[in-house]
């Protein structure tokens, strides 16, 4: 049985989960191959007739998307595997806000570009759906 394991928009913190099945892994390994998983080899195309394909992460971009369609034709089941993967997790949360309002808050907005000092901060939306920071 030919087992995959692939990545979209998430920590990989799924596919370290299954390596932390530590010797138990050995079990699976007599039973299956692992033949494709960008976290644990180095691999940049799934094979063509993967058994069982197991999907971590949430479709965030058009690269997840196209990833997601390729393993999905080649393989014979798949299996979301993880909260990203089944109902978007972090990465579907991202999806509420703007790009331009993403990048204000995670790069733009932060106590270390403000001159002010540091401050207890949280990023918020507003009623207009806009994200922005405010002292609490
Ligand atoms: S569900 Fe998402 S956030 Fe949680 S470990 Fe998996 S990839 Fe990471």
Partial sequence: MK?????LAGCSGCTI???DLHEMLLDVIAEADIVYSPVIMDVKEPPEDIDIAFVTGAVRNVENRERLEKIRKRSKTLVALGTCACYGGVSGLSMLSSNEDLFSCVYREVETTKPTGLSQQTCRR????????ATS
């Fill in 3 to 7: 087992i995959a394991i692939e990545e």
């Fill in 17 to 19: 989960a299954v390596l």
């Fill in 126 to 133: 507003s009623s207009t759906g806009r994200s922005r920071w």
